[in-house]
């Protein structure tokens, strides 16, 4: 590992990975990353991959980005909420620094997801009960999620998490 490791965030859609990761690379004068915005300015809509092309050609891009980016350092990256499940991803990512996954409760993730007036569209939650989806995708990516160090966001502020996230990295150090 580098002198300076990457800190990749990974979590359910919602838990604050990039709202904590812009910190976490404000503070230690890293570069932030999302790795769904690398996509779509590549390809387009993560959406639009999902209808025309379906979610497994999305996963193969997903790989290549993490290949990509496991090849620099001094990166905050933030992930797609499913990208640290596969293992092609999750191995790549995790030789280049260290993984950290954000958590936070299917309330407070349903609120924060509706209450997102950025323009993301989330494919997976589309239909009627948007509530109902994330606690089946939060209990179906569980195990997934618990191969990680975790930090429950809920309720906690940006600083705290950022806070949080640091003193599980031996040796960061912000700037």
Known sequence: MSDRPNIVLTGF???GKTTVGRELARRLGYRFVDTDQIIEQRHGPIADIFAEKGEEAFRAVE???AAELADADGLVIATGGRMMLDD?????LGRSG???CLVASSDTIHHRVTA????IIRPLLDGDDAR???EELLAAR????RRFPQIDTNGRSVDDVADAVLALIPGAMAT
Do not use: C, P
């Open 13 to 15: 859609m919602g838990t």
């Open 63 to 65: 790989r290549t980005v």
């Open 88 to 92: 092609a991803s999750a191995s790549s």
């Open 98 to 100: 260290h993984v950290i």
């Open 116 to 119: 997102d007036d950025s323009g």
């Open 132 to 134: 109902t989806r994330i």
């Open 142 to 145: 569980d195990a997934g999620y």
